[in-house]
């Protein structure tokens, strides 16, 4: 088995990165930490030669941490994508927590207090009045028609 010679490699990565735009260098740059330190000294050299300078965006590394509040728990996993699609389409980000204990057997549930419903502290409340709208008798779709819900009296439901 051969052996990969420093200055070598040095040589090959400087001529690699060369040949890379500069919004390619500086990607590559992002994801700085799965380079080996010959690639990231072949990296900062080219950026250095460049006078570019990485952005200080989180690297891959870095976790964040945000604060959630639990504002729902379901017994049931599809009632709770349900209301997790419903507020992911409002663009509110959302967790389900417990999600997967449940989907390998529901009996959990009871024992883990069902599956919950989290979201952002600061979106708390646009998300559980979001949840606690009422469904709409019927549903427009633009120019095409309308179908009417399975709570709406009428005799053409679409289901």
Do not use: C
């Amino acid at each position: 088995m051969s052996t990969i010679d420093p200055e070598r490699e040095l040589r090959r990565l400087a001529e690699v990165y060369s040949n890379q735009t500069d919004d390619e260098l500086l990607q590559s740059a992002q994801n700085r930490s799965a380079l080996t330190d010959i690639a990231q000294r072949a990296l900062d050299d080219e950026l250095h030669r460049r006078k570019l300078i990485p952005s200080a965006a989180t690297s891959s590394d870095e976790v964040e941490y945000r604060e959630m509040v639990t504002i729902a728990k379901y017994r049931d996993l599809p009632e709770a994508l349900l209301a997790q699609g419903n507020l992911n389409s409002s663009g509110i980000e959302t967790v389900l927590l417990d999600e997967n204990l449940v989907r390998l057997d529901w009996l959990w549930s009871n024992a883990v207090g069902g599956i919950k419903l989290q979201v952002k502290s600061e979106d708390a409340a646009e998300a559980t009045e979001i949840l606690n709208e009422p469904i709409p008798e019927t549903i427009e779709f633009g120019g095409t028609g309308t179908i009417a819900s399975r709570n709406a009296p009428s005799a053409n439901r679409w289901m």
